[in-house]
Structures are given as structure tokens and as C-alpha cells.
Antibody
Framework: EVQLVESGGGLVQPGGSLRLSCAAS????????MNWVRQAPGKGLEWVSY????????YFTDSVKGRFTISRDNAKNALSLQMNSLRDEDTAVYYC???????????WGQGTLVTVSS | QSALTQPRSVSGSPGQSVTISCTGT?????????VSWYLQHPGKAPQVMIY???KRPSGVPDRFSGSKSGNTASLTISGLQAEDEADYYC??????????FGGGTRLTVL
């Protein structure tokens, strides 16, 4: 079964850091690009970051550039999102998703909640 | 990138059809045939219902269909069923490995 499991969410103060992880199983992880997508409480979905299968190509949405870092360890089937200088507006459920095709994110993990608050 | 525009809510009775629109720009929906639709039940992860504007993953009922005209994409659900009640999000590729989502539409089955 193809599965993605996120972890690492929690409560952090503004300006703090958090590292999210996404464990992949059931498919050849290195063959697929991956995305992080977030959803603020009661709000819609927002694409956050992309990483190619090899890790050589990386993109971020403008609001997190310079603060977030995405990486992957293909030997461990693991995706990470390092979040620094966190702001209140980064509060959201963060999902990792496999980029099956350019317009098909499938599957998604169950999400991990990040709360930025003092 | 600005979010794609979707109606906040739509509703229909069981057996009826509903259409959800998704309006973007000539930089996303209008130029790429990479529009997808995601269903999200409360507290659950999104799941893809339509991709590449019109394609359905295996397991998605053929009651779900997608289309696009100019800068606007649409999701039509025919033969509404109670389990279709959920939030629906459109998504478009916007170039340079970036994507933009719509604000979401709450579908209520009356």
C-alpha cells in the first residue's frame, strides 16, 4: 500500500523552528517528486514547496522563501521540511503529497499540525 | 500567485447535478491543461477526483467530470449522493514547479 506519514508538528513560539518529516512506503520513493501543502485552520489549501526525485530541483511559495528548507533522503524514503523564523500565519496542517503527475497529487499524508503562538 | 476563485458553497438534492467553477488567469488555468480537483471530508486528507482537466483516477465514479474553457475550469457532479457532501478544491499548475489552489467550495447535499 502506498502510504505517506507526516510527523514533527507541534506548538512553537513565533521566531522559532520546527522540522517536519514525511515517511514514505509502498513505492519507489526516489522516482517521484514530492510536495508540501498546508491548510490553515478553517481555510483552503496552499502549495508550499516542491522537490524533485533526485532532490536537485527545489521551489517554494514566496511567503516561505528564505525561511523554509526542503530536503529528502532517498535511502531512507524520507522527506523533510525545515521551518525557521516561524510566524503566526504559518499555523496550519502540513501535508506531504506525492507528485504522481504534474496535476495529480496522490496520495496525501494525514497531515501534521503546526501551531505558532506565544 | 493569487488563489483561484471558487464559489464558497453550492448545494443540490440527491440525484441532481451541480457544477463548481474555478477561475484563474492566463498564467495558470488558461495556459496549462494541468487542472485538478480534490475532495476533502472534514478532518481528512484531500483526495484527487479529477486531474489533467478531465481525467478520473481509477475508483472515482464517472459521476464526476471536469472541463475547462479559457481561464475557467469546472467540476460537475451528476447524480448527487449524500457521500458527495464535502469541500472541493481546484488546483492548477502555474509554471516553474509551482501550483495554485482555489479557496474551496463546500458542497451540501440537501
Amino acid at each position: 500500500e502506498v502510504q505517506l506519514v507526516e510527523s514533527g508538528g507541534g506548538l512553537v513560539q513565533p521566531g522559532g523552528s520546527l522540522r517536519l518529516s514525511c515517511a514514505a512506503s509502498g513505492f519507489t520513493f526516489s522516482s517521484y517528486s514530492m510536495n508540501w501543502v498546508r491548510q490553515a485552520p478553517g481555510k483552503g489549501l496552499e502549495w508550499v514547496s516542491y522537490i524533485s526525485g533526485s532532490g536537485s530541483t527545489i521551489y517554494f511559495t514566496d511567503s516561505v522563501k528564505g525561511r523554509f528548507t526542503i530536503s529528502r533522503d532517498n535511502a531512507k524514503n524520507a522527506l523533510s521540511l525545515q521551518m525557521n523564523s516561524l510566524r503566526d500565519e504559518d499555523t496550519a496542517v502540513y501535508y506531504c503529497a506525492r507528485v504522481l503527475t504534474t496535476s495529480r497529487f496522490d496520495p496525501w499524508g494525514q497531515g501534521t499540525l503546526v501551531t505558532v503562538s506565544s | 500567485q493569487s488563489a483561484l476563485t471558487q464559489p464558497r458553497s453550492v448545494s443540490g438534492s440527491p440525484g441532481q447535478s451541480v457544477t463548481i467553477s474555478c477561475t484563474g488567469t492566463s498564467s495558470d488555468v488558461g495556459v496549462f491543461n494541468y487542472v485538478s480537483w480534490y475532495l476533502q471530508h472534514p478532518g481528512k486528507a484531500p483526495q484527487v477526483m479529477i486531474y489533467d482537466v478531465t481525467k478520473r483516477p481509477s475508483g472515482v465514479p464517472d459521476r464526476f467530470s471536469g472541463s475547462k474553457s479559457g481561464n475557467t475550469a469546472s467540476l460537475t457532479i451528476s447524480g448527487l449522493q449524500a457521500e458527495d457532501e464535502a469541500d472541493y478544491y481546484c488546483c492548477s499548475y502555474a509554471g516553474s514547479s509551482s501550483w495554485v489552489f482555489g479557496g474551496g467550495t463546500r458542497l451540501t447535499v440537501l
